[in-house]
């Protein structure tokens, strides 16, 4: 009777801990998801020509070679 008290009691603390952990995966798996969103957002072309055209730089197409990873 003592040990299976024991065990459940055991068990409990283990899902209880499984939780804890998933709840900190899904928290991290969000705050990269939404710092991927910024970097992207930051990245935009359209943004980056923006910053450009306020610093006085201009884009000459003949000049753009797209490179590939």
């Given at each position: 009777?003592?040990?299976?008290?024991?065990?459940?009691i055991a068990m409990s603390?283990?899902?209880?801990?499984?939780?804890?952990?998933?709840?900190?995966?899904?928290?991290?798996?969000?705050?990269?998801?939404?710092?991927?969103?910024?970097?992207?957002?930051?990245?935009s072309r359209t943004r980056?020509?923006?910053?450009?055209?306020?610093q006085g730089l201009t884009?000459?197409?003949?000049?753009?070679?797209?490179?590939?990873?």
């Open positions: 009777m003592v040990s299976v008290v024991s065990a459940k603390n283990a899902q209880h801990e499984l939780q804890s952990v998933n709840n900190q995966v899904t928290t991290y798996t969000n705050r990269n998801t939404n710092t991927q969103q910024e970097i992207n957002e930051l990245q980056l020509d923006k910053i450009a055209k306020k884009l000459e197409n003949a000049r753009i070679r797209n490179v590939n990873k």
